[in-house]
């Protein structure tokens, strides 16, 4: 069974401070999404990583992948208040045995406290 | 460029009645997808689509039904509604080409909020 899985799933940080937010998954994909949600709306589009040892940034925010560990990591620095949100990974699975299908994680809910 | 729209963006239902969502898309994305979002269950695919006259289960398919008879188009239908499928409806489409590697970045519509009574 395909999974995606997130660490931690609630996260409680102080401004200033910096903390990793980490996503396993199972499949042999090497493309790995970063979505963003705020409190009812959509997810918007963070990272897109498409190979083994990509890093992105984006101002306080930097992720990584490693595909022979399978495992993403999503490093925030000086956590402002704005970047309050849930944050979802994702792999998809496209072109494998299993069907073109997307697999999320369960989010990470990030709360900022000044 | 509108991007992924979602109609309704609201619906309240009666147990038994039916409806369809439907998602538009104007970025000429191959992929499209339907997916739910209930509390503390992230995301989970309902049915998706890789290009126009075809259509696939996901992960939570039952008591729905989808189609796609034009490329832009995606419709998801709920036949008789059940208050089980009280939830966030979220569609997204997908398929580009980043930095010379293909690329199924997923970009959202901005959901539809139905509940079953």
């Known amino acids: 069974e395909l999974k995606v899985e997130q660490n931690p799933l609630f996260l409680s940080m102080q401004e200033g401070k910096n903390y990793t937010i980490y996503c396993n998954y199972s499949?042999?994909?090497?493309?790995l999404y970063w979505y963003r949600q705020d409190p009812g709306k959509s997810l918007e589009s963070l990272f897109v990583?498409?190979?083994?040892?990509a890093v992105k940034q984006e101002g306080r925010l930097m992720a990584s992948l490693d595909t022979k560990a399978r495992l993403s990591t999503l490093h925030i620095t000086a956590a402002v208040h704005d970047l309050s949100a849930t944050y979802f990974c994702a792999v998809d699975n496209i072109g494998g045995d299993t069907g073109n299908q997307f697999y999320f994680g369960t989010g990470t809910s990030l709360t900022v406290i000044p | 460029n509108a991007g992924v729209t979602q109609t309704p963006k609201f619906r309240v239902l009666k147990t038994g009645q039916s409806m369809t969502l439907l998602c538009a898309q104007d970025?000429?994305?191959?992929?499209m997808y339907w997916y739910r979002q209930d509390p503390g269950m992230g995301l989970r695919l309902i049915h998706y689509s890789v290009g126009e006259g075809t259509t696939a289960k996901g992960e939570v398919p039952d008591g729905y039904n989808v189609s796609r008879l034009k490329k832009q188009n995606f419709l998801l239908g709920l036949e008789s509604a059940a208050p089980s499928q009280t939830s966030v409806y979220f569609c997204?489409?997908?398929?580009?080409?980043?930095?010379?590697?293909?690329?199924?970045?997923?970009?959202f519509g901005p959901g539809t909020r139905l509940t079953v009574t």
């Open positions: 990583l498409l190979s083994n040892g």
């Open positions: 499949t042999t994909s090497d493309r």
């Open positions: 997204a489409s997908s398929k580009t080409i980043l930095e010379g590697l293909l690329s199924y970045e997923q970009y």
């Open positions: 970025m000429n994305h191959e992929y």
